[in-house]
């Protein structure tokens, strides 16, 4: 079992910046897929962006790319959601997973942190 936890949210004017940080506890991280989703007030949990566990394959929302970038450190166990150009809109409590497989993360069949809240507000 991987255990998550989210840090790096808070409050941004329209147009900022924030980097989200995933860090995981657990031996198999290091060989999981991981990906981030939110969930805005009344809406679905939605997908945001993945990784592989080398890196190879990334995917993103269509609502973010261009603006958001996933990263992760395997030997410091962490993974990262650099945010920019924010909107608004992209207010919502993120949230980080893991599983072994890209699938397992895509299917929200994987581990889940407890989530950190990003508002995008002048």
């Known amino acids: 079992q991987i255990q998550l936890v989210e840090s790096g949210g808070g409050l941004v004017q329209p147009g900022g910046s924030l980097r989200l940080s995933c860090e995981a506890s657990g031996r198999t991280f290091s060989t999981s897929a991981a990906g981030w989703f939110r969930q805005a007030p009344g809406k679905v949990r939605e997908f945001v962006a993945a990784i592989t566990w080398r890196g190879s394959s990334i995917s993103y929302a269509d609502s973010v790319k261009g603006r958001f970038t996933i990263t992760r450190d395997n030997a410091g166990n962490t993974v990262y959601l650099q945010l920019n150009s924010l909107k608004p809109e992209d207010t919502a409590v993120y949230y980080c997973?893991?599983?072994?497989?890209?699938?397992?993360?895509?299917?929200?069949?994987?581990?889940w942190g407890q989530g950190t809240q990003v508002t995008v507000s002048s």
């Open positions: 997973s893991a599983d072994r497989t890209l699938s397992g993360v895509l299917s929200g069949k994987g581990s």
